[in-house]
């Protein structure tokens, strides 16, 4: 990929499965995984029937499938260390606005 990191309509590409369409390849790269548009493009499509994609409901635990081409697993509370800081952060920010610190 291109290192700009996660973007937004990067993962269109892969979930359309049209790595090979015009401009593309601006988008992703010239060398974007092929098995990951399919791979991708089959669980979207299979939600899109009325399937699941594949993995399980978003529930508490933070479910999410990483295809990152090493099995594609589902991972539970990927980043929470980084997740649970900015909570924390965010707290600590509106109780100061609340309690009227003048930030």
Same mark, same amino acid.
């Given at each position: 990929?291109?290192?700009?990191?996660? !973007?937004?309509? *990067?993962?269109?590409p892969f979930?359309? $499965?049209? /790595?090979?369409?015009?401009?593309?390849? !601006?988008?992703? @790269?010239?060398?974007? %995984?092929?098995?990951?548009a399919d791979?991708?493009?089959?669980?979207?499509?299979?939600?899109?029937? @009325?399937? +699941? %994609? @594949?993995? %399980?409901?978003?529930? !508490?635990?933070?479910?999410?499938?990483?295809? $990152? +081409?090493?099995?594609? %697993?589902?991972?539970?509370?990927?980043?929470?260390?980084?997740?649970?800081?900015?909570? !924390?952060? /965010?707290?600590?920010? *509106?109780?100061?606005?609340?309690? +009227?610190? @003048?930030?």
């Amino acid at each position: 990929m291109l290192g700009i990191g996660a !973007a937004h309509a *990067t993962e269109l590409p892969f979930v359309f $499965d049209t /790595l090979a369409a015009a401009g593309a390849a !601006a988008l992703v @790269g010239e060398e974007a %995984p092929q098995a990951l548009a399919d791979e991708m493009n089959a669980a979207w499509a299979s939600f899109v029937h @009325g399937e +699941g %994609p @594949g993995w %399980p409901r978003w529930d !508490a635990s933070r479910p999410v499938r990483r295809f $990152d +081409g090493a099995g594609n %697993p589902v991972v539970h509370d990927p980043r929470g260390d980084r997740r649970a800081a900015m909570s !924390a952060a /965010l707290s600590r920010r *509106t109780s100061a606005a609340i309690g +009227g610190s @003048g930030r």
